[in-house]
């Protein structure tokens, strides 16, 4: 037996912090990255005495993720205290929604399947902890642990999937076509790497063909697409393992070590009697109005789904093409800022630089594309580059790499200029480079007259490339060509 006898299933709680300006209940900044404990004040550092006041901006945002997700919008819903201890918890509760969330029973469509969305509810934050030094003390083996309370009281919405996924690589489909949802809905700058949308996974094995659900861990800390579908990977397999050896699966919590390539038990599971909800006295229910709600669905702009299907009728982009523009955060928005620039550009080209070179160097250097030092403008100076024929697609690449390195401040006709490295299409030139390489190797040329077919190839490759290293690489391939098969010798 194998995982292959098993059925995977998933549901997913994806927590995305609100990028509104302030925390959930009180003025401090809702910013990432400032010095520790900056962002603080009696409300968030849960002092006595201190009173929440609820921010209109974070429900209106909750209300933009129900309509985006097709959820049945509560008239009313409540916060509840969530009880437990933690020292980056100050008031040693959490205010969450409980029983009466703000969003319920909506869907997503990933692929073919629609991924059934069992709630949507808001929270703050907690704080954070650092372990710090090694000296093998009794927390984690540190010497002794930092809070930081910037992030206490940060709003966030905790998104619940239903146990709708059946494999990693859909669940995986599944985050990254929410993130593009969130994304596009403008309510979270959506960085996993930053924390902004944090995935805790539940997942279980059940015989293929079973209906009741088998026990499941959760698995938590994967801060990476990729690092969510490894994380499940492996637990399905563990379970799996479990299952089969006829021993049982334990309810528990489990931590991804992305560098052990594991998952490994932290602690048993908390039933929610665990935590004693109890209702949040110091706030009143959220009960948006008729006329708000209506104003929030009307602002609710393209969805990813739509966009797709949009660029791919408009630009005649593949599909995957088209998922890989509006899945990664930015890249649409630059892609069709670049289509718009240059009148030239035509969708498909831009396309193909944004999802080849573009992509590559997102990835490798982990910027968003508005932080690019070419601007849409400059990709479509490029792209006309390339059409006009003063760039060939090798330049062109090289112009590309030197503008993203921030050279010709994100002009590539400015490099192109500073490097002199316009393609040359001149024939006179370009001809007597020809003449000047057979002239040079009359062995070569009397090898390539007398020769089988597969000689004359790699010979006309040599030429070929004695030509381009004259030309130092800005030859016009075309009119080379043409030029060769014009002064090459035939065997007749
Ligand atoms: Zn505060």
Request: hydrophobic share 35%; no cysteine; net charge negative.
């Given at each position: 037996m194998s995982v292959t006898d098993w059925e995977t299933v998933i549901g997913l709680e994806v927590h995305c912090e609100l990028a509104t300006e302030t925390k959930l209940f009180c003025g401090c900044p809702n910013d990432f990255g400032a010095e520790p404990n900056t962002y603080v004040c009696p409300v968030c550092l849960g002092l006595p005495g201190s009173l929440p006041v609820l921010n209109r901006r974070a429900v209106e945002f909750a209300l933009r993720v129900g309509e985006a997700l097709h959820c049945d919008v509560a008239e009313k819903s409540i916060f509840h205290r969530k009880n437990y201890f933690y020292p980056d918890m100050p008031k040693n509760y959490q205010i969450s929604q409980y029983d009466e969330p703000v969003c319920g029973n909506g869907w997503l469509e990933v692929g073919e399947r629609r991924i059934g969305i069992e709630r949507a509810h808001l929270e703050e934050d907690t704080g954070k902890t650092s372990h710090v030094g090694g000296g093998g003390?009794?927390?984690h083996g540190a010497d002794h642990s930092l809070v930081d309370y910037n992030r206490a009281g940060v709003p966030l919405l905790e998104i619940v999937s239903k146990p709708d996924l059946?494999?990693?690589?859909?669940?995986?489909?599944?985050?990254?076509e929410l993130r593009g949802v969130l994304e596009a809905i403008g309510v979270s700058d959506v960085k996993m790497e930053e924390g902004s949308l944090r995935v805790d996974a539940n997942?279980?094995?059940?015989?293929?063909?079973?209906?009741?659900?088998?026990?499941?861990?959760?698995?938590?800390?994967?801060?990476s697409l990729r690092s969510l579908a490894r994380a499940l990977e492996y637990e399905a397999e563990r379970q799996a393992a479990v299952l089969e050896s006829g021993d049982a699966v334990i309810q528990e919590t489990r931590?991804?070590?992305?560098?052990?390539g594991r998952t490994?038990?932290?602690?048993?599971?908390?039933?929610?009697?665990?935590?004693?909800?109890?209702?949040?006295?110091?706030?009143?229910?959220?009960a948006p109005s008729a006329g708000w709600r209506a104003q929030v669905r009307a602002g609710i702009p393209e969805l990813p789904a739509a966009r797709r299907t949009r660029l791919i009728d408009a630009w005649g982009i593949s599909e995957t093409d088209a998922g890989v523009l509006v899945s990664?955060?930015?890249l649409a928005d630059f892609a069709e800022a670049a289509v718009a620039a240059g009148a030239t550009a035509t969708g498909r080209d831009v396309t193909n630089w944004v999802t080849g070179d573009l992509t590559a160097?997102?990835?490798?250097?982990?910027?968003?594309?508005?932080?690019?030092s070419l601007p849409p403008a400059g990709l479509a100076e490029l792209v006309k580059l390339v059409g006009d024929g003063t760039l060939s697609r090798p330049l062109a690449k090289e112009v590309l790499a030197a503008a993203l390195a921030g050279e010709g401040n994100g002009s590539p006709a400015a490099i192109?200029?500073?490097?002199?490295?316009?393609?040359?299409?001149?024939?006179?030139?370009?001809?007597a480079a020809v003449q000047a390489v057979l002239d040079a190797h009359p062995a070569e040329v009397d090898r390539y007259r007398s020769g089988e077919d597969k000689d004359r190839k790699k010979l006309r490759g040599f030429f070929m490339g004695k030509v381009m290293a004259e030309m130092k690489g800005r030859g016009n391939p075309q009119v080379l060509n043409r030029l060769l098969d014009e002064a090459l010798p035939t065997n007749s």
């Open positions: 003390g009794r927390i059946h494999s990693p690589e859909e669940a995986r489909s599944y985050v990254a997942i279980s094995l059940r015989r293929a063909g079973a209906e009741k659900f088998g026990t499941r861990a959760e698995v938590k800390n994967m801060n931590h991804w070590d992305e560098e052990a490994h038990s932290l602690r048993s599971k908390e039933e929610s009697h665990d935590y004693r909800y109890f209702p949040e006295p110091d706030l009143v229910p959220v990664t955060p930015g160097h997102l990835k490798e250097t982990g910027a968003a594309p508005s932080e690019l192109v200029q500073a490097r002199g490295l316009a393609q040359v299409s001149d024939e006179g030139a370009l001809a």
